[in-house]
């Protein structure tokens, strides 16, 4: 019938509708998470690549993140922290990027060389937990910041109807896939809006305040500096279970990594130190994203770079639900991605609209505490690989022992010596014990 979106033709047509153009070659829906990429469709550059992970550093989060570094601790102090926990904390995300591109695999299939192809449903299903979570999270905390501008600009909040809007767009953006989304939409426009915003924001700090004098301000105490590293950290690192789900479209591995490693550090640092500078210039009642977003509106100015913010915002829950999707395809590589994408998406609006999404944020983060050792054990796999033969098959008893004993790390410091930082020992520990455990389990079956 004419005029009348037809089952395999809707998504692209709804995106070409939108601007974002697409073909059918280029949207990539259904393919099987269990294959490596096809040549064909390593089309992302190292600018692609930086455009995506330098936009996914970026938003409201991470300024969030930013403002709980101070006053406890001072400027310099922080600015130190965000530095150096941002340029150690990238490094894993890049090397599993790098091996996303090598492999041509997402990041869960990858985890099946060190835990076997079973034995990845684990994490798989863990994965998935944890990303409906943040994106519900995420729906909520652009439901509340549209809210914001649109009492503003209309006098009505209109949340429910925000929350609807924002979840159908993130969707639409998961349906098109990272293809469409990093060469059409981030690089023509969710990118130079998000560019121009911040460097706005950044500038009415600067210009209207003595930067000298926030610097010099001592802290105030109450957060050690290791916990401060660990927290800055925790950013990069809760990336690491996605971000070969994207680099596996690369066109090589170099690219892959510094792309997404420059891309990160840069907006991870800009975004931290710009969230400790609003909240000693603007003290907030509370960090929440909705004080933020307020804080942003009071400025003159400030409605243009909410709405961009916004925007940019977006990319973030396209990313965490659509690598649940391909999470889920580890488990049933036999289930269309469109249709889990629609179902993930759904589940994600119930949560966000029926559940307090504050309270469920330190979930989250146990779940993504789980992260950290298991990929110093896949990064370790490589390592050991490198030293045998690849045809080598490795058990998967040794990749569950030592995450295990990562994991076991990171609890204990949270928990008894939060001041030491919990992420780079559990990550190094993990790594550690997979790189002694493997070769010696090897050697032993070996004949003779």
């Known amino acids: 019938m004419p005029g009348r979106l037809s089952r395999r033709s809707g998504v692209p047509a709804l995106l070409n509708a939108m601007g974002i153009h697409v073909n059918s070659s280029s949207a990539e829906m259904d393919g099987s998470a269990l294959e490596a990429a096809a040549r064909a469709t390593r089309r992302l550059g190292f600018f692609d690549l930086f455009t995506l992970w330098f936009s996914l550093g970026v938003g409201l989060l991470v300024l969030q993140a930013g403002t709980f570094l101070v006053p406890a601790l001072g400027l310099a102090e922080a600015s130190l922290a965000v530095v150096l926990g941002t340029l150690l904390g990238t490094l894993p995300l890049a090397a599993v990027g790098w091996l996303g591109s090598v492999r041509g695999l997402p990041t869960m299939m990858l985890t099946g060389s060190v835990l076997g192809r079973r034995g990845s449903y684990v994490p798989s299903v863990l994965n998935v937990i944890q990303l409906v979570g943040w994106t519900a999270f995420e729906l909520w905390v652009m439901a509340v910041a549209a809210s914001r501008v649109s009492a503003a600009l209309f006098g009505y909040p209109g949340y429910p109807l925000w929350l609807v809007g924002v979840a159908a767009f993130c969707v639409l953006l998961a349906l098109g896939g990272p293809l469409i989304v990093v060469r059409q939409y981030l690089k023509r426009i969710g990118l130079w809006l998000m560019l121009i915003a911040s460097l706005w924001l950044t500038a009415v700090v600067l210009t209207q305040h003595d930067l000298g004098d926030l610097w010099s301000r001592p802290g105030q105490g109450g957060m050690p500096f290791g916990l401060a590293m660990d927290l800055v950290v925790a950013m990069p690192v809760s990336w690491l279970p996605l971000i070969a789900d994207y680099t596996r479209y690369a066109r090589g591995p170099r690219g892959a990594f510094w792309g997404s490693y420059l891309g990160y ?184």
Do not use: K
């Open 265 to 448: 550090v840069i907006a991870n640092i800009w975004f931290y130190l710009l969230g400790a500078l609003l909240s000693l210039v603007w003290p907030l009642h509370s960090a929440s994203p909705a004080m933020l977003a307020s804080a942003i509106l009071s400025l003159g100015g400030g409605l243009v770079a909410m709405v961009a913010i916004l925007v940019d915002e977006t990319d973030n829950a396209f990313a965490d639900l659509y690598s649940a999707a391909v999470s889920v395809q580890n488990v049933v590589p036999s289930v269309p991605r469109r249709w889990l994408v629609l179902v993930l998406g759904l589940v994600s609006l119930l949560l966000a609209a029926f559940s307090r999404a504050s309270s469920y944020v330190d979930f989250l983060l146990v779940f993504g505490g789980l992260f950290v050792p298991l990929f110093g054990v896949l990064i370790a796999g490589v390592v050991v690989r490198r030293r045998s033969a690849e045809s080598e098959r490795f058990p998967a008893w040794p990749g569950f022992a030592a995450w295990a004993c990562g994991i076991a790390l990171y609890q204990v410091i949270s928990h008894w010596a939060p001041q030491v930082g919990a992420s780079l020992p559990s990550f190094a520990l993990s790594f550690l014990a997979y790189w002694i455990l493997a070769p010696r389990v090897l050697a032993r079956r070996a004949p003779g």
